[in-house]
């Protein structure tokens, strides 16, 4: 099993619409989740960060954490064309080290 | 400086080349990775450095990868004898704490 999963997609979403993205993790010790956004050619920049269980809400972003079922995810409402990127997880998976492992990423493209 | 640098931005070498990669990660941050992107892939783990520690070496795929980072800043990875399959996207990133910045990367296109 991959220490950090993610659907592949690719995921289209009308615009205007709420894209959600889903990430598993098998380190049941992993204490913060990351999501990155990659834009085509340009490289993983950090959108949202999410340490306890619940939501944490940031404009029209919400990471959403559940360490009991070890499934964390980010919604993006009233989709733009700009949130057309890849959207990377990622948790740490040795306890006290920063070293990130990231899943592969879902493609996501708004539909105008 | 306030992002992490990396140089050159693009670079094409022949088969069986040397290369060397730069990155000058923010000022203050401890930590420092080398990562790398095939095209259409996920991010693959080659090395991590943090502090005075000795480097999480793990990740590196072959004898012919190596890195080191001077004085706790910058740091090269070097590939010897350049393979096409080492073509990829090279990319550093730094941290204090949890939580990475990336540089804008390296494209290495190995002819």
């Known amino acids: 099993q991959k220490e950090v999963e993610q659907n592949s997609g690719p995921l289209s979403v009308p615009e205007g619409a709420i894209a959600s993205l889903n990430c598993t993790y098998s380190?049941?010790?992993?204490?913060?989740f990351f999501w990155y956004r990659q834009y085509s050619g340009k490289s993983p920049e950090l959108i949202m960060s999410i340490y306890s269980n619940g939501d944490k809400e940031d404009g029209r972003f919400t990471a959403q954490l559940n360490k009991a079922s070890q499934y964390v995810s980010l919604l993006i409402r009233d989709s733009q064309p700009s949130d057309s990127a890849t959207y990377l997880c990622a948790a740490p998976t040795n306890f006290g080290n920063e070293k990130l492992t990231f899943g592969t990423g879902t493609r996501l493209t708004i539909i105008p | 400086g306030a992002g992490v640098s990396q140089s050159p931005s693009n670079k094409v070498t022949e088969k069986g080349k040397d290369v060397e990669l730069r990155c000058d990660p923010i000022s203050g941050h401890t930590a420092l990775y080398w990562y790398r992107q095939s095209l259409g892939q996920g991010l693959e783990f080659l090395i991590y450095?943090?502090?005075?520690?000795?480097?999480?070496k793990s990740g590196l795929p072959s004898d012919r990868f190596s890195a080191e980072r001077t004085g706790g800043s910058v740091s090269t990875l070097t590939i010897q004898r350049t393979q096409q399959e080492d073509s990829a996207v090279y990319l550093c990133?730094?941290?204090f704490g949890y939580g990475y910045t990336f540089g804008s990367g390296t494209r290495l296109t190995v002819v």
């Open positions: 990133a730094s941290s």
């Open positions: 380190d049941r010790g992993s204490q913060s």
């Open positions: 450095f943090q502090g005075n520690s000795a480097p999480d």
